[in-house]
């Protein structure tokens, strides 16, 4: 069972809000516009960002949700906002429901985690989808042999 707090829920959202209005980068495709348009489903997939210090180490989150919603705002947002508060920068992955694509989801940026300096921290979220992702991820051949794309489009710009 999932607890939800409104007013922790809100203060997420209006910091969110003021980072957006400052101009800051809060979402992160993960997807190429070719991806998206191939798949319509992707369109609705990518990283929300919780800035924390240049060059720090960073954390992503994947929620809980069973393979049926992503529970990111009471499952991932709390926690990645306070590893930002902490110096992380800190990233909430949105993903589709359901099993293989949530996995397909969490692949797409899981050679980045593997091959900036050796910085990175994953957390494990949720009972069933957040803590099963992770494992299901790292069969041969699923995880991206070229993430050049992501890396080219926000990793640097965003942690440093």
Known sequence: M???YPERSVSIVNEMKDRAEK????FCDIYMDAEKQADPAKRNTGLFFFRGNPGEKFAITNSGGGFVYVAAMHDSFP???ELARRGYNAFALIY???AQSACENLAEPLPLSTNMLGNSRWIRKGIRCGAAQPERVWRP??????PQHLEKRFMRKVVD
Do not use: A, N, S
């Open 2 to 4: 999932y607890v939800l």
């Open 23 to 26: 101009g800051e980068q809060i």
């Open 79 to 81: 926690h990645m906002q």
């Open 96 to 98: 589709r429901p359901g």
């Open 141 to 146: 051949g699923l995880v991206p042999t070229e």
